[in-house]
Nanobody, 126 residues
């Protein structure tokens, strides 16, 4: 079992930055691939970024590559999402997720994740 709690959301101006954190409980955190997803009002949840369990691979949506950076600290059972140059279209609830046996394209699919946090709101105003 893995319990996930996101934090770090808030309201920023266009071009601002935020760093989201996702704290995990569970002794096997380091063996899970971790992902960030987001859901804007009236839209489906979409993939944002993911990182493999030993941090050797990261995955991003092309539109966010270069603006968002995912990282993890297994000693702290925490995964991060640094978001720079935020735009109003980045406004959404951001969720972190943990998945076991993730590889390749599985990281992009929310169906492959086993545990989800409750989400944290990010609002970007113009």
């Amino acid at each position: 079992q893995v319990h996930l709690v996101e934090s770090g959301g808030g309201s920023v101006q266009d071009g601002g930055s935020l760093k989201l954190s996702c704290a995990a409980s569970g002794r096997t955190f380091s063996t899970y691939g971790m992902g960030w997803f987001r859901q804007a009002p009236g839209k489906d949840r979409e993939f944002v970024a993911a990182i493999s369990w030993i941090s050797d691979r990261t995955y991003y949506v092309d539109s966010m590559k270069g603006r968002f950076t995912i990282s993890r600290d297994n000693a702290k059972n925490t995964v991060y999402l640094q978001m720079n140059n935020l735009k109003p279209e980045d406004t959404a609830v951001y969720y972190c997720a943990a998945g076991y046996y993730l590889s390749g394209n599985y990281y992009y699919s929310e169906r492959r994740y086993d545990y989800w946090g409750q989400g944290t709101q990010v609002t970007v105003s113009s």
